[in-house]
């Protein structure tokens, strides 16, 4: 599965997430962009998952029509030591997760 994960997100997460085809929004040249055109974009380049802490998507973004899923984690902050106990139930949301849907984790 194609993810890709949020500015906010350290790169070395990917690490966590065995199996998957992993990128991050600075990789991509996409920093900087705000969400509703960070989605757009994100689906353009085929990816099918967007990872984040931004806890305001949610209610921002209007996720109907949008073949991106998108995996909220609520961590403690966004240091890898408290992210990675979260990695097996972003594992168990990804093998579930459909186009469009939001999952949150944590």
Do not use: W
Request: charged residues 25%.
């Amino acid at each position: 599965m194609r993810l890709l994960l949020d500015e906010c997100v350290p790169r070395k997460f990917m690490n966590a997430l065995p199996g998957h085809d992993c990128r991050t929004v600075p990789e991509e040249g996409l920093a900087g962009k705000k969400n509703g055109e960070l989605l757009s974009l994100a689906e353009r380049s085929g990816f099918e998952v967007f990872v984040t802490l931004d806890r305001g998507l949610e209610y921002e973004q209007n996720l109907q029509g949008r073949i991106i899923a998108i995996i909220l984690i609520h961590a403690q902050s966004n240091r890898l030591a408290d992210l990675l106990p979260h990695s097996p139930e972003i594992q168990r949301a990804l093998r579930a997760i459909r186009p469009g849907e939001l999952v949150k984790v944590g």
